[in-house]
């Protein structure tokens, strides 16, 4: 049972390249979601999904966009990275339950040039 | 504005002490409160959660204690070891009912002295 799992572990892009970032789980959680941490400013929420073939915006939505065609799988795309965008990318899965306990990947480095 | 916030930003301890992390909160609606533990270069990990209809709960070396009436919450740890040095998050759970989005601190890192 690897948990959440994040894939790359590194990337650096240039100004206006576009990149996926991908997240599977397998612990068969329904939500699942993608987080951005900036030094000094927390974990903030990008986009998140409630179930298959569903996504939503977080709290930072802007210059993202997310698929969720597998339950087990979230993805997270930048069609035209900027430097803004570097950060530390985080994903995460919660069950359908009575705890909203989230568990986290390892997450991804992203930096842009 | 609504806010969880952390008191300081980074606490020393020396091995073996006690350590207690807080955390304010300010929306008196949220009813489930989460503490995660990040190490350098990994993701949050799950150390410890609390619902609102209680004041205190105990988990392996740490506990966690609730202050409704001030909106207050810690995390304790006892007997606190090296591999215990990480940034802390207290993070809020907040919502509709269907999907609640967890609020999170900004984190107090904990250094812990052999």
């Known amino acids: 049972n690897a948990g959440v799992t994040q894939t790359p572990k590194f990337r650096v892009l240039k100004t206006g390249q576009s990149m996926t970032l991908l997240c599977a789980q397998d612990?068969?959680?329904?939500?699942m979601y993608w987080y951005r941490q900036d030094p000094g400013m927390g974990l903030r929420l990008i986009h998140y999904?409630?179930?298959?073939?569903?996504?939503a915006k977080g709290e930072v939505p802007d210059g993202y966009n997310v698929s969720r065609l597998k339950k087990q799988n979230f993805l997270l795309g930048l069609e035209s990275a900027a430097p803004s965008q570097t950060s530390v990318y985080f994903c995460?899965?919660?069950?359908?339950?009575?705890?909203?306990?989230?568990?986290f990947g390892p997450g991804t480095r992203l930096t842009v040039l | 504005g609504e806010s969880v916030g952390l008191h300081l930003p980074t606490l020393s301890v020396q091995e073996g002490d006690n350590s207690i992390i807080n955390c304010a909160y300010s929306?008196?609606?949220?009813?489930?409160f989460i503490w995660y533990k990040q190490e350098s270069g990994k993701g949050p990990q799950f150390i410890i959660d609390?619902?609102?209809?209680?004041d205190k709960r105990q988990g392996q070396r740490v506990t966690v204690l609730l202050n409704k009436t001030v909106k207050h919450l810690s995390l304790q740890i006892a007997a606190t070891q090296p591999g215990d040095s990480a940034v802390y998050f207290c993070?809020?759970?907040?919502?509709?009912?269907?999907?609640?989005?967890?609020?999170f601190g900004t984190g107090t890192r904990l250094l812990v002295s052999p």
């Open positions: 995460a899965s919660r069950d359908w339950g009575v705890t909203d306990t989230q568990y």
């Open positions: 609390i619902r609102s209809n209680m």
């Open positions: 612990m068969n959680h329904e939500y």
């Open positions: 929306n008196s609606a949220s009813d489930y």
């Open positions: 999904s409630v179930g298959e073939g569903t996504t």
């Open positions: 993070a809020e759970s907040r919502g509709n009912t269907g999907f609640q989005k967890l609020v």
